[in-house]
């Protein structure tokens, strides 16, 4: 089982940046890919980036391709998402989630970090 917490939310004027980070804990965390989502209210969840544990290979939904950036450090078992030029668009809960490599379901999950982007 992998645990996963969240933290670096806030609030943010639009056009600033935030970093959140998503510390992972459990075993063979090298079988593990790791996710970023966010809910925003009325809306569904979307999945914002991912990246593979061992592979580092990664992916964006287009709203944020060239604007956010995931990455993980290994050694400190921790998966970073750098948001620039954030839109008030971007408010949302963030949450983390992992995933078995080669399967496609996220089945375990963070808390959560709200972000707030104000105009």
């Known amino acids: 089982q992998v645990q996963l917490v969240e933290s670096g939310g806030g609030l943010v004027q639009a056009g600033g940046s935030l970093r959140l980070s998503c510390a992972v804990s459990?075993?063979?965390?090298?079988?593990?890919?790791v996710g970023w989502f966010r809910q925003a209210p009325g809306k569904e969840r979307e999945l914002v980036a991912d990246?593979?544990?061992?592979?580092?290979?990664?992916r964006y939904a287009d709203s944020v391709k060239g604007r956010f950036t995931i990455s993980r450090d290994n050694a400190k078992n921790t998966v970073y998402l750098q948001m620039n030029s954030l839109k008030p668009e971007d408010t949302a809960g963030y949450y983390c989630?992992?995933?078995?490599?080669?399967?496609?379901?996220?089945?375990?999950w963070g808390q959560g970090t709200q972000v707030t982007v104000s105009s």
């Open positions: 990246i593979s544990w061992s592979g580092g290979s990664t």
């Open positions: 459990g075993r063979n965390l090298f079988t593990y890919d």
């Open positions: 989630a992992s995933k078995r490599t080669f399967t496609t379901t996220y089945d375990n």
